[in-house]
């Protein structure tokens, strides 16, 4: 599994609500929820992330992924 390196993820952001980002199991997970209330997360392919809107998959609640707040 890739890591993305600290100085990145200080700069990503996540295209839906612009929160950064955090790396969880693989994943991109944002930092607030959607205008549904939902997280996004965002994969990464073979280290690359795909921060498409179109992409992005939702968690069911903040409780999936603790301590992304």
Not at 20 to 29: C, K, N, S
Request: net charge negative; glycine share 10%; proline share 6%.
């Amino acid at each position: 599994m890739a890591h993305l390196s600290k100085q990145l993820l200080e700069v990503l952001r996540c295209p839906v609500t612009g929160a950064a980002l955090v790396e969880r199991d693989g994943v991109l997970v944002s930092g607030e929820s959607g205008p549904d209330g939902l997280r996004r997360t965002y994969r990464l392919e073979e280290g690359i992330p795909v921060l498409l809107a179109s992409e992005a998959q939702t968690a069911a609640s903040d409780a999936a992924h603790p301590g992304t707040r």
